[in-house]
């Protein structure tokens, strides 16, 4: 498009001025040209550094993720909403909770939830572990979050000792000395620890579920809650009783009941033989 | 050398006139085991805390052998594995040795334990049996306040012993008890550093309590409980009114020796029970609460049944604080309301109820008689609302517990007790006075018209009534002339030994049933003949 005339030319002389020869048209076209370029040009570095708001719609989900999302869309779009982001007085945005807080959750029963009401109860899950696997991998890779660690038996090396005076200085506020679980504010509860397994003691822990406090990792170190886990899982269920009978373990009240209904009913009786014999 | 023969027969005698002879106890001694008393199981209520008392002191020196008083602090190192290696203080370590190491410890920790409860729970039995029977009016106003006390004494007894093994569960009731001291206006800070040697909870706390629990409170108790007997002796026992009884004598049987052995007997069921439940019932784990340490906290955190409703009182107590803006400023705290005065208030109207019933009936008169609770519905409504008042507390106390385990809001159960506590005495009030009137408004039917006997007779009109057995002669207008004597009514024929009498026993007869008596018009019912049974010949043969 330039003439042998131009080349010969510097580089500063082309762009101070044009030789004058040049045809109107031929101007007219070099400027169309520049003009293409120049917005081309600023177009694509747009493109390169703009955060890409397109790119999130279409992310590249690795396959577990991706039947995890089929599985959200059936079940848990209804309250947590397209893409997680919450839906307004249904359910919160789960973009950051972390594949631990989702496989609390699904594992134990509580997600998907029966209905609003002030905590969400255990109760027989309805995903497989590979189901639950594959939404927390969804979740994780949505947003991130905390994760656990792997393999199913995470009290590896617990010191029951420690784990004991850990779970007695963070846990038994709320759920009791016999982890049997207690009441909070409104209906709200701490749950029983009994039925729950060493991945949901520590996912809880990680996630901060429903009323509980988060305890990360800097505040509990991981060998910390192997501690409080090897403590929750071979002292307080697998604790003997020594003393016999425990009564549920909920303390002094189910030992007034015990007094009245089994000591003083016992002794009545006794002394309605007793002055019946005379 | 003759031979003195040796007459077996004979020895105890001597050996009682030898006795007699030097110390002359015979003649006391016959009052005593002649002494009459009147037979009642609501008699015995009294005696499940005397011998629970009994089983407290022998467990309870059992206990001292092994335990050591001391806040040192000392690294746990027994055979309970999850807390070895833990630091905890003398006390506590020496409560886990106790309970694992001490051959029998834990059994004899639990019998202590539930004797302690099991002593609370009849104490209350017997003060609502000696109040709904109107047992306290005069003379016995004095046993009555001695009584009290005794609750008041024991709830210390409880309170101190409960705090003794120093740990989670105890420490955090201590600490409450620290926090009620402290909200008693002007002296309170001066009462708690005194008692816990400085801030709480200090390094003496558990040697004071020690010596309180072991020697001075059980001292006071014995004393107490020692007159408490000596004036049902002097006084002589209430009795029931009924046939031959009157206020000037006493019906029964003598102390010796059926009564005696009676209560011997009573006093190994006891035994056996406290045993029983020591044996098959955990009662406080300790080893679950840990050491105390003054971030420790567990939910469900309770005192023992009788000082539960002083919690629950607590709890349903709104938070009202008064400043007094005088000097640098006083604080009255709302917990002083509850768990202060309130005690104080229950202390003074139950002690002095006798004279505040004595003054409203202008009643001053000396009674040996009981008082069927139907007979004074507005003293038996009092109590009822007391009880009422009592349990509303004592469920409040528990009612996270409550809340948890039937799922119901915490908020909604602290609600229900404010509103209950207000609303339930009074219709207690009133729903037991009205089944007071409605009991006795029956008593003056029956003794009126007669017993129902469950024969309906059709008149010529076809009316149909049932015809009552009168219980005497009746005048013109049908009714009977026997007076209410303040005993039990016969509402059912074989009462009036119209048929057989009722088969005494619980559950199975305690005796050989009586054959029914049979009236002079009808000859005895023949048994039918047995029946042979009807066979064929071939089957017969098997």
């Not at chain 1, 762009?15 to 040009?41: D, E, I, K, N, Y």
């Not at chain 2, 709830?155 to 009620?180: E, V």
């Not at chain 2, 029964?252 to 019932?281: D, N, T």
């Amino acid at each position: 498009m330039t003439s042998d005339n131009d080349r010969r030319r510097g580089l500063l002389a082309r762009l101070r001025g044009r030789p004058a020869a040049r045809s109107r048209g031929r101007r007219r076209l070099g400027a169309a040209v520049r003009l293409l370029a120049a917005l081309t040009l600023a177009g694509g570095a747009y493109t390169v550094f703009a955060p890409g708001a397109q790119a999130q719609d279409a992310p590249p989900l690795s396959s577990a993720a991706a039947e995890g999302k089929a599985l959200f869309d059936v079940s848990c779009v209804t309250c947590h909403g397209r893409n997680a982001q919450g839906v307004e007085g249904r359910g919160p945005s789960l973009i950051g909770v972390g594949a631990a807080s989702v496989e609390f959750q699904v594992s134990s029963g509580r997600m998907p939830a029966t209905r609003q009401e002030a905590q969400a109860h255990r109760k027989p899950p309805l995903f497989t572990d590979e189901q639950t696997r594959q939404l927390a991998q969804y979740i994780q890779e949505l947003g991130g979050g905390p994760e656990l660690p792997q393999g199913t038996n995470l009290r590896e090396g617990g010191d029951i000792a420690t784990g004991g005076e850990l779970f007695r200085i963070n846990c038994s506020q709320c759920h009791a000395f016999g982890a049997g679980g207690g009441a909070l504010s409104s209906g709200k509860f701490a749950p029983s620890l009994r039925p729950a397994s060493d991945r949901q003691i520590y996912a809880a822990m990680l996630s901060g579920p429903q009323n509980m406090p988060v305890f990360g990792d800097n505040q509990l170190r991981p060998d910390q809650k192997a501690d409080i886990i090897a403590y929750i899982q071979e002292t307080l269920k697998h604790d003997q009783d020594p003393g016999g009978f425990n009564l549920g373990r909920y303390g002094p009240s189910t030992e007034g009941l015990a007094i009245f209904l089994v000591g003083i009913v016992a002794l009545v009786f006794a002394t309605l033989w007793i002055a019946g014999k005379s | 050398m003759k031979r003195r023969k040796f007459d077996l027969a004979a020895t105890p005698g001597k050996a009682a006139v030898g006795i007699d002879d030097r110390f002359k106890v015979a003649t006391p001694l016959r009052g005593l085991l002649n002494k009459v008393f009147p037979d009642h199981w609501s008699f015995l209520l009294g005696e499940i805390a005397l011998f629970s008392f009994i089983v407290l002191l022998l467990t309870g020196t059992f206990l001292t052998f092994f335990f050591e008083p001391s806040m040192t602090e000392v690294v746990y190192n027994g055979s309970y594995a999850p807390l070895r290696g833990t630091p905890m203080s003398a006390a506590y370590a020496s409560s886990l040795d106790l309970s694992f190491e001490v051959r029998g410890g834990l059994v004899m920790r639990q019998m202590h334990h539930w004797a302690a409860l099991l002593f609370m729970a009849a104490i209350v039995v017997h003060m609502l049996r000696i109040f709904f029977t109107g047992a306290f009016r005069k003379p016995r106003e004095a046993n009555w306040i001695i009584g009290s006390l005794l609750f008041w004494i024991g709830f210390l007894a409880g309170f101190t012993g409960y705090s003794l093994p120093d740990d989670g569960l105890s420490g955090t009731g201590l600490r409450i008890a620290s926090g009620i001291m402290l909200s008693i206006p002007v002296i309170g800070s001066w009462l708690t550093s005194s008692i816990f040697g400085g801030e709480f909870p200090g390094t003496i706390i558990i040697s004071r309590f020690f010596i309180a629990h072991v020697l001075l409170i059980p001292a006071l108790l014995l004393a107490l409980i020692t007159v408490h007997l000596g004036l049902v002796f002097t006084q002589k026992h209430t009795q029931w009114p009924g046939p031959g009884r009157t206020n000037g004598n006493v019906v029964g049987e003598r102390f010796f020796p059926r009564y005696a052995l009676k209560q011997g007997g009573f006093f190994m069921i006891v035994f056996g029970v406290i045993a029983l439940m020591g044996g098959l019932f955990q009662i406080n784990p300790i080893w679950l609460f840990g050491p105390y340490e003054a971030w420790v906290v567990s939910a469900a955190s309770q005192p023992d049944w009788y000082v539960m409703f002083l919690d629950g009182s607590t709890r349903l107590m709104p938070a009202w604080q008064i400043d007094i803006p005088l000097g640098d400023g006083y604080v009255i705290p709302p917990l002083f309301w509850p768990t202060v005065v309130l005690p104080g208030i229950l202390v003074g109207l139950s002690t002095l109820y006798p004279f505040v019933e004595a003054r409203h009936l202008k009643d001053y008169r000396t009674h040996h008689l009981l008082q069927r609770p139907r007979d004074v519905p507005a003293r038996t409504a009092v109590g009822a609302m007391a009880v009422a008042f009592y349990l509303v507390l004592t469920l409040s106390g528990a009612n996270d517990v409550i809340a948890d385990k039937f799922q119901i809001s915490l908020n909604a159960m602290t609600w229900a007790g404010r509103v209950g506590l207000l609303i339930l005495p009074p219709l207690a009030y009133f729903v037991t006075y009205r089944i007071c009137l409605g009991l006795q408004q029956h008593d003056r039917e029956v003794l009126a018209h007669g017993v129902e006997t469950g024969i309906i007779r059709r008149l010529p009109d076809g009316k149909f009534v049932e015809v009552h057995q009168p219980l005497s002669a009746q005048d013109h207008d049908g009714h009977g002339a026997l007076e209410y004597t303040g005993w039990v009514v016969p509402k059912k024929m074989n009462r009036l030994g119209a048929l057989g009498p009722a088969i005494r026993g619980f559950f199975y007869p305690i005796e050989k049933p009586v054959d029914a008596p049979v009236s002079p018009g009808h000859p005895p019912v023949e048994p039918r003949p047995e029946r042979a049974e009807i066979s064929s010949g071939s089957e017969s043969r098997h």
